[in-house]
């Protein structure tokens, strides 16, 4: 009997915790569909009058359909940022993991360190190191800081270290190949679960980033979707003639998420652990 209990609270505590993190999201789909007036004359958390496709036309033609640069811009800003701090994390991942060189133990504990300080705490310095690069308000800008990711890093040499058989990479060796082709050939596809996980990771973060792109940007057709929906927030705010209304940023913060919706719902079947485990015996 108090088995069963249990398991009643558990599947009552996890549906409080899905109503808890799915409100916002129906809120925001809730709110898309309204005119500016019925957003503050009508119930919150339900329809009024459907105005979405009007509120979308609004929107794609705001300011000569500005919202379409700055889509473009942190979809670029996502997909550079994140190939590239995936491919950086897996050769430093595997490394750590695999390879046995001097200071090895040193970096990794700096690594983790690294792990622990917040990211806009070194939102200035890389400010100050761009501006020194003559990098500033350039989309080079946003996109050197996020190649670090020193999670994903240590995801990765986690991963290498627990689901690739050192016997597997001295076979390889064995057989002539260099210590490149043993990366590339070898480990890397047995890596893919793990890749597509620090790969949406880094894309997700590129993607919500907000305080980099504010400090680093001031050309309106370099910012990205969190930058831009801003500026017409606080241009809204304090009821700049020609502003945004407040119907078309909530429309554009619901379609701003439909791509990373998207992304999961694509790359989701790549996760699937333990691929080499037991291969080896």
Do not use: C
């Not at 609004?58 to 590239?84: C, D, H, K, P």
């Not at 994390?89 to 917040?118: D, E, Q, T, W």
């Not at 043993?182 to 890749?195: G, N, Q, R, Y």
């Not at 305080?211 to 680093?216: K, N």
């Amino acid at each position: 009997m108090s088995l069963k209990k249990g398991s009643v609270v558990a599947h009552l505590a996890m549906g409080l915790m899905a109503i808890y993190f799915l409100l916002p999201f129906w809120w925001l789909l809730v709110a898309a569909t309204k005119d500016n007036d019925g957003l503050f004359q009508s119930a919150s958390l339900w329809f009024s009058d459907f105005n979405l496709f009007e509120n979308l036309k609004l929107l794609f033609n705001q300011e000569n359909g500005i919202y379409l640069t700055w889509l473009r811009n942190s979809a670029f800003y996502a997909v550079v940022s994140g190939v590239g701090a995936t491919a950086i994390s897996a050769l430093a991942g595997y490394a750590f993991a695999k390879l046995r060189f001097p200071g090895r133990n040193a970096l990794f504990a700096l690594l983790l360190g690294l792990i622990m300080v917040p990211a806009t705490a070194l939102v200035l310095p890389t400010y100050l190191l761009m501006a020194q690069a003559d990098l500033i308000d350039s989309v080079w800008a946003v996109i050197l800081p996020s190649l670090l990711n020193p999670f994903g890093v240590y995801l990765l040499r986690v991963y290498v270290h627990d689901s690739i058989p050192e016997e597997m990479l001295e076979a390889a060796r064995i057989d002539g190949a260099g210590e490149f082709r043993v990366f590339t050939s070898v480990a890397l596809p047995a890596m893919k679960p793990a890749l597509v996980t620090v790969l949406l990771f880094s894309m997700v973060a590129s993607w919500n980033n907000f305080f980099l792109p504010l400090v680093m940007l001031s050309n309106d057709d370099l910012y990205p979707l969190t930058v831009g929906l801003r500026a017409w927030y606080m241009s809204a705010i304090m009821g700049n003639g020609g502003a945004a209304t407040f119907n078309v940023i909530i429309t554009g913060a619901l379609v701003a998420i439909v791509p990373l919706i998207a992304a999961f719902l694509m790359l989701q079947r790549y996760w699937r652990g333990g691929l080499t485990i037991g291969s080896v015996k």
